[in-house]
């Protein structure tokens, strides 16, 4: 139930750039989330690839940092406020959520955020 395991990573480059150029997209500071209902036959009701801007946060580590705090508050809240909702509804999605903030956030405030935007993409997508 609280896993993330890699046939949940977005890694497909056809479905990414699908994802970019026809998706829908909204802000949630500090997070930018893209998503686009797909129709092929997935394990998981949603693939997610999580992205760090380069040249906002110069260091890897602290681009790590920032990831490993979202991917946990992801992997701890998407089985109640995504999954269920979209098992519930039959529909399958592809989902990135970019990091746009300034600076590094604290793991609590990274999850109050995520817990937002995860009920704000439910409601945009079974809309």
């Known amino acids: 139930m609280y896993t993330f395991t890699k046939e949940e990573r977005l890694c497909n480059k056809k479905l990414i750039d699908e994802l970019f ?3 829908s997209s909204f802000l949630c500071y500090p997070f930018k989330a893209s998503w686009l209902v ?11 690839v999580f992205s760090v801007s380069k040249k906002r946060f110069k260091r890897a580590v602290v681009r790590n940092v ?3 705090r979202m991917r946990e508050a992801y992997r701890l809240n998407k089985q109640t406020l995504l999954y269920d909702s979209l098992l519930g509804a039959d529909k399958q999605i592809v989902l990135s959520i970019g990091y746009i903030g300034k600076e590094v956030g604290d793991y609590s405030l990274i999850e109050k955020k995520m817990l937002k935007l995860l009920t704000q993409l439910n409601t945009e997508v079974l809309k």
Do not use: D, L, W, Y
């Open 21 to 23: 150029r026809s998706g």
């Open 66 to 68: 920032i990831k490993r």
């Open 38 to 48: 797909v129709n092929q036959p997935q394990k998981f009701p949603a693939q997610i």
